[in-house]
Antibody
């Protein structure tokens, strides 16, 4: 069974930093493109970042470029999202998802980030 | 603001059929695959349709997808109260090198 479990979400002050993690199991993580998708309160889904299976190519939505970094540790079956210079607009539930080449197949339950003073 | 445009809401009676449109452009839907997701509040988003018209294992054939030019459509027949959810289309945008989601369509089964 495919499982994705996000963690790390919490309350952070504006300007702060945080790293989200996604622990996966049940599929060949090292062969899978992975993505982060978020949903701000009362808003729709927004793709945030994508990373190829070997970490060779990474892509970001314009609003997080230069502030967020997606990374992975294939031996640990883990995906990460390092977030710096956080603003209130980054407050959202962050979902880890498999895919990003053609579609997002499996999703985690998400982790909540709140940016507030 | 989403570059993929969906109606904010649709509604129909149980047992009826509904369609949800998703309008894009030549750099996204026009040249890339469209996928559709169902999201109920407090739950995990679920892949309903991938590569324009394919259903993952376990998705009933009441759900269908199609694409024509720069638009795509999700169809749901035999509506059930359990289908009430937010539905999103998505496609890669080759000009932006980014993924786009539509703004979402709230389905109400009256």
């Amino acid at each position: 069974e495919v499982q994705l479990v996000e963690s790390g979400g919490t309350l952070v002050q504006p300007g702060g930093s945080l790293r989200l993690s996604c622990a996966v199991s049940g599929f060949h993580f090292s062969l899978s493109t992975m993505s982060w998708v978020r949903q701000a309160p009362g808003k729709g889904l927004e793709w945030v970042a994508m990373l190829k299976e070997d970490g060779s190519d990474e892509y970001y939505v314009d609003s997080v470029k230069g502030r967020f970094t997606i990374s992975r540790d294939n031996p640990k079956n883990s995906l990460y999202l390092q977030m710096n210079s956080l603003g209130v607009e980054d407050s959202a539930v962050y979902y880890c998802a498999t895919g990003g080449q053609k579609y997002f197949e499996n999703w985690g339950r998400g982790t909540l980030l709140t940016v507030s003073s | 603001q989403s570059v993929l445009t969906q109606p904010p809401s649709v509604s129909a009676a149980p047992g009826q059929k509904v369609t949800i449109s998703c309008s894009g452009s030549s750099s996204n839907i026009g040249i890339n695959y469209v996928s559709w997701y169902q999201h109920l509040p407090g739950t995990v988003p679920k892949l309903l349709i991938y590569e324009n018209d394919k259903r993952p294992s376990g998705i009933p054939d009441r759900f269908s997808g199609s694409k024509s030019g720069t638009s795509a459509t999700l169809g749901i027949t035999g509506l059930q109260t359990g289908d009430e959810a937010e539905y999103y289309c998505a496609a890669r945008d080759s000009s932006l090198s980014a993924w786009l989601f539509g703004g979402g369509t709230k389905l109400t089964v009256l």
